[in-house]
C-alpha cells in the first residue's frame, strides 16, 4: 500500500521557520514535492525534487524553501524560513511514477 504521510506542520510567527516532513512507503517516487492550497484557493506547487536531487521552486517561495530528500529513508523535507502570512495553507506532499499519489496535508498557519 503506497502511502504519503506529512509531519511538521502548526503555527508559526511572522519571519519564523518550520520544517515539513514527509515518509513514503510501498514504493520510491521518481519525483516528490510539495504542494499547498491557501484558503479558497487552487492547489499549487511550492516545490519538487527528483531521485537524483534536482530541484524546482515556485517563484513565490524561492529563497525561503528548501527542498531536500533522503532516499534511504524515503523522505523529503521542505524547510520554509522567512514565513509570511500569505503562506498560510494546508501543504501536502506529493508523489508521481506512472501515477500522482498525495499526503492528507498538514495545517501551517503563519500569524502576523
Known amino acids: 500500500q503506497v502511502q504519503l504521510v506529512e509531519s511538521g506542520g502548526g503555527l508559526v510567527q511572522a519571519g519564523g521557520s518550520l520544517r515539513l516532513s514527509c515518509v513514503a512507503s510501498g514504493r520510491m517516487f521518481g519525483v516528490m514535492g510539495w504542494y499547498r492550497r491557501v484558503p479558497g484557493g487552487q492547489r499549487e506547487l511550492v516545490a519538487d525534487?527528483?531521485?537524483?536531487?534536482?530541484?524546482n521552486y515556485a517563484d513565490s517561495v524561492k529563497g525561503r524553501v528548501t527542498i531536500s530528500r533522503d532516499n534511504a529513508k524515503n523522505t523529503i523535507y521542505l524547510q520554509m524560513n522567512n514565513r509570511k502570512p500569505e503562506d498560510t495553507a494546508v501543504y501536502y506532499c506529493h508523489g508521481h511514477i506512472t501515477n500522482n499519489y498525495w499526503g492528507q496535508g498538514t495545517q501551517v498557519t503563519v500569524s502576523s
Open positions: 525534487i527528483t531521485i537524483d536531487r534536482t530541484t
